[in-house]
């Protein structure tokens, strides 16, 4: 989708928060919660009505799917699932549609169109965020991102709903640490870094700690300190636990892989990259969410964006503790798409 | 779904017939005539609107899945269709999501959930139930089996109702002979058990043939004798053709596995352990309803809960004959399910 | 479906378009424009209310599975997505159910049935019209061909509306030249033979061209020799591309293979057969539509059915050039199918 308007989000992709002002984002957030508030009898509930949304899903998806799946549902459309093996698009081994016709002709049929394509489907980092750029060049309908190998914008989202839930609504000042976890699930880069990203944004003061080699993309870091600049607040990384947890008001826990990944993949598959993350990771066994860490904390919140990989990012009685809010940080992903996709694709 | 309130089905699981009084298996049903009388306008045709059902399929399915989705459709709302390989679960050889914390999110997206999990997804006869209400402990919404190893309700009520269509609503008095058929088909327990105890609750007079070496669960045939004695019929178990076609009202013909499957599976392989149930059910010849054992009957009529291993469990001859009613049942499974979706999770 | 009555589509099949009158064809067209016209807001919109139409795919798809999809969603219905894996049918190999038995149950939970079965799926030609025509004889709903070995009827009456809406609603008299192109995805027969039948019926001056060795079904031949003598149009096969272009006023380029196909892949397999296929079809190289060729037209048209096999059937610069009518053309696909759903299936 190529034509916006500033402050009228009819018609725009979300491949990334930060492609959006904060005042958008504010307007989707605040929908979201109407959303919640009035869950099958919002105004606006109707935005999809007859209308179809593709959701295109190179790599596999448990939340996602069933969170985007069930937000057409409620605004009375729905979401086609499809695959990749339905689509029998062009590669560089063999014949099929281009992207550019699979986009126009998808725009013909649907009013929006999300896509998901993480690593395992990629040959280099940054690949996945060009092609859903190129599917939003060549769509007249809006294009989101359900998660790529840079941005997941629908669980940055998701996350500050959950805190504004518990923590109120201005987050200003507070102090939240995104802190790496072990554990087996190899995770792409592309829910941690949207979340620093709008967190910065929106004037939290954000401390990202992780063990010596997992840095992330300096292109997001460096977003990161601007929009902390510009909000006035801090973003500082750090590599020692004690430093990160020390009177947090929210704890986010979560596994990422390093860098390496992507050459591991290319020059020994994706099984042999994948175990030798796994190796890497559990050498770190300080790196998980335990009351011990919580303790330092000023009595912070604890949120993960799930799938929870439990005992190895969090233990159990962190996770299913009082102060746990990753339920309703999961529930927040069906209300904050919900609002993204009556704002940007609902009928007028 | 744990908290339960007596003669009101809102909120409730469905995991057997059993589990329920015969008051509210006959509101169910009483409401499965009337949505089949007037399909697509009945007051509580829109119990579903906007709302979505998850259908997560351990084992593939034709009718149920085929059945439940359209049970959703008709009543304005959605059934997302889930397999276990865009589930990502935890399990004894894989990182994963536990069953609490999909059991726990699921419930935020849905307002129900339908699980089904048969043999060659299992270690051990019973493992399904553990699993289903395992699900249904730590979920707040209402979970329906969808056929496991041990119980099918949607597939017993769905005979009851196409039994009352054509031999009248009072069953009480009336013989059904439940009748082991060859096969190559190797067929789940669930059925038949459901059957035989929603059967023997509702007063049938009911007999249970087949030849030796293919018992059921015996607990299953404890609650079928109890059930016989609470509701002053009969229920008996033999090993002979004649004496369980003799005078039988309704025949009821089905294949079965032996006990020994989960043990084969174990020892040999899925593939393996089919084989030798397909060998060992094809020694037994005779146990096919054909019209030779139809004409033992009360002039019977013919049910199967499909779908139909012809010229094995029944002949052409017999399924298609004026006395079938198998197509009808087929039917009903829709209009069963329609009605304990409205009961259990329809808005209100 | 069984039972017809003329000028009365409702419960008719949709097999090819040969099936149906002239006049049945042009309501379907009508109404398919009027549906384009008020794509949301059309009186028959809820034609499908709360209703299931059955997808079932042989073989897979895209365009095909998005714009039923679509349809039955814009008609207020829902599409069930099935594939053979899901259904357990009887085959020569295996025990399972009857195209009888399914046909029977899906008529009880649907209102109707669309079929995919192409080539791969197949063992010798027609064999997909037989079982298309087994489904309906069995069926109380309508069946719809999705694309089979023969016919495509929905891509017929597509290009058909495409032709419509950028050369006038009176096409006879018009000369559209069906060329084949080279390329590497093995097209069947079905789009081709579809478009030249319902061509030659509406009484376009159709010229088939292509090499050697390329023929088409000699029984297609000959209907559509008929079609034109009724229309009191031209049919003509030409082999020679400065002919086939000569004074055209609509270019359809489109690969297809060879009638070798069937016992190539009985002999060789699938992957080999397609292999000898594309080896054969890449000797061609003039045989593409490109602007050299379309300079010998009537400044035609350029359509495709889709997805394109760009720089192989059609040169970039004439796909995207300002004649060509192919993104217009696969969004026929959906208001055609909308159109024949309300039509042969929709509430009254």
Known sequence: MLVTKMNDLYGRDLITTQDWSVEEIEKALDLAFEMKANRYDHPMNSSLDRRTFFMFFYNPSVRTRQSFEAAATELGGHAQFLEPKSMRLKTSKSAGETIEDAAQVMSRYAVGVGIRILETALEYYGQGDEILRQYAANSSVPILSMAHDKFHP??????????????????????????????ALVRSWCSIQESIMINSRLGMDVTLAYPPGYDLDPEVIKSCEANAEASDSTFEIVHDLEEGYKDADIVYSRNWMTSNFYDDMGKHGVDAAKKMEIEKA??????????????????AFFTHCGPVDRNAEVTDEVCDGPKSIVYDVAEARLHVQKAVMALTMGKK
Do not use: C, P
Request: hydrophobic content about 35%; glycine content about 12%.
């Open 154 to 183: 629908f669980q940055g989202l998701a996350d500050v709903m959950g805190y504004r839930q518990h923590a109120g609504k201005n987050l200003k000042g507070k102090k939240i640490v995104q802190v790496w976890g072990k554990g």
């Open 282 to 299: 559990a050498k770190h066994d300080d790196w998980i969410a335990n009351s011990e860490w919580m303790s330092k904390t000023n009595d």
